[in-house]
């Protein structure tokens, strides 16, 4: 449903309980990582979440995917999972209304959870995702087209409005030497490179870190993006 009112009350929750009231048991769900495939390898997480006023972190081990945590009711929890312990998280954020005791993470609500876990937790715990969400979701299928400057100064500012909902186009990445092989993007929903020439494919891009496993070579591509739409990329050993 189309967001009419240009307020951030519009975006936050007012259903609020004063009683104290257990914690919420929820059980969460990491799903396959597109370098699990391309490696045959499981892959370890370091799984974030806020409680309360607080971030809690613990590491979640490559035979583990279904985690029980339990968050306070009563508040948007964000739940961020980070292959390797820093790369593009899965994740998901939970109003008091998402009323599911169990959650499966995915990488486009990791792109928002990510970001939300490093911003005022006042901002984030009323929070009403679930508008965003569908307020976003009828501009692209992708939330890392997303100006998240411009979205996330005017969350934290108190202005929040369909304004603050940009898309960027992506950026023109000029091909560069690459060497031969399958290189499995970190991204489900990306493309890999294959690459036969010794150079990589053209690309589109928005601002940001892309890594791409070649897992013959045992060698991972860094790729980023900046701001301007430069890219710089480098090559560093395989974790997995």
Same mark, same amino acid.
């Given at each position: 449903?189309?967001?009419?009112?240009?307020?951030?009350?519009?975006?936050?929750?007012?259903?609020?309980?004063?009683?104290?009231?257990?914690?919420?048991?929820?059980?969460?769900?990491?799903?396959?990582?597109?370098?699990?495939?391309?490696?045959?390898?499981?892959?370890?997480?370091?799984? #974030?979440?806020?409680?309360?006023?607080?971030?809690?972190?613990?590491?979640?081990?490559?035979?583990?995917?279904?985690?029980?945590?339990?968050?306070?009711?009563?508040?948007?929890?964000?739940?961020?999972?980070?292959?390797?312990?820093?790369?593009?998280?899965?994740?998901?954020?939970?109003?008091?209304?998402?009323?599911?005791?169990?959650?499966?993470?995915?990488?486009?609500?990791?792109?928002?959870?990510?970001? +939300?876990?490093?911003?005022?937790?006042?901002?984030?715990?009323? +929070?009403?995702?679930?508008?965003?969400?569908?307020?976003?979701?009828?501009?692209?299928?992708?939330?890392?087209?997303?100006?998240?400057?411009?979205?996330?100064?005017?969350?934290?500012?108190?202005?929040?409005?369909?304004?603050?909902?940009?898309?960027?186009?992506?950026?023109?990445?000029?091909?560069?030497?690459?060497?031969?092989?399958?290189?499995?993007?970190?991204?489900?929903?990306?493309?890999?490179?294959?690459?036969?020439?010794?150079?990589?494919?053209?690309?589109?891009?928005?601002?940001?870190?892309?890594?791409?496993?070649?897992?013959?070579?045992?060698?991972?591509?860094?790729?980023?993006?900046?701001?301007?739409?430069?890219?710089?990329?480098?090559? #560093?050993?395989? +974790?997995?």
């Amino acid at each position: 449903m189309k967001i009419k009112m240009p307020l951030l009350l519009l975006f936050t929750l007012m259903l609020f309980s004063c009683s104290v009231s257990p914690d919420r048991a929820l059980e969460v769900t990491i799903p396959t990582h597109p370098w699990e495939r391309a490696s045959g390898k499981c892959l370890w997480y370091t799984l #974030k979440w806020t409680y309360g006023d607080e971030i809690r972190s613990t590491y979640i081990s490559s035979d583990q995917r279904n985690i029980r945590l339990y968050i306070p009711p009563g508040e948007t929890a964000v739940i961020a999972a980070y292959p390797l312990g820093d790369m593009s998280p899965f994740g998901t954020i939970l109003t008091p209304l998402d009323t599911a005791s169990h959650i499966t993470l995915s990488q486009n609500d990791g792109v928002l959870a990510g970001e +939300l876990l490093d911003i005022d937790r006042v901002v984030t715990s009323r +929070l009403n995702y679930g508008l965003i969400s569908s307020e976003l979701h009828e501009k692209t299928d992708d939330f890392r087209k997303i100006d998240k400057v411009l979205f996330l100064r005017d969350l934290q500012n108190g202005v929040l409005s369909e304004a603050s909902f940009k898309i960027i186009s992506p950026f023109a990445v000029d091909s560069f030497a690459l060497p031969n092989g399958i290189w499995t993007s970190e991204f489900l929903q990306d493309p890999g490179l294959v690459v036969t020439e010794g150079i990589s494919p053209d690309l589109q891009l928005p601002e940001g870190v892309y890594r791409y496993l070649n897992p013959d070579m045992d060698r991972v591509l860094v790729l980023i993006v900046d701001s301007s739409g430069a890219a710089y990329s480098y090559l #560093k050993q395989s +974790l997995v």
